[in-house]
């Protein structure tokens, strides 16, 4: 980033900026023109980070899509898990029981 210029006076009050710019008026013009090279500079940087931010935020947002597509899928397969246990659990039971009543 450029360095933001610095006026040729710092004055108290408006006649005492008249003055000086009456006295050094090719300062003041110097300045002005560096302080209008400066904006220049400065709008540019903006808009760049402008872009910069925009990007960034489309890539959050692709990226918090993924994590509640990955998260509904975690959420499916543990559903479908949690589904294939207790059948497991359930022919078991049904094995032990037909085991104990065969033993009988």
Do not use: C
């Not at 710019?21 to 090279?37: A, C, I, K, S």
């Not at 990955?70 to 479908?80: L, M, S």
């Not at 497991?88 to 094995?95: G, L, P, S, V, W």
């Amino acid at each position: 980033m450029a360095t933001r210029p610095e006026p040729p006076a710092n004055p108290d009050t408006a006649a005492e900026l008249a003055a000086h710019v009456t006295q050094h008026p090719e300062d003041w013009m110097f300045y002005l023109r560096n302080m209008n090279g400066y904006a220049a500079s400065v709008e540019e940087e903006n808009a760049t980070l402008r872009a910069a931010v925009r990007n960034h935020d489309s890539a959050i947002s692709s990226l918090q899509t993924g994590i509640v597509k990955r998260d509904a899928i975690i959420g499916y397969q543990k559903e479908q898990l949690n589904e294939r246990d207790e059948r497991n659990i359930e022919r078991a039971t049904r094995a032990a029981d037909t085991i104990a009543r065969l033993e009988v």
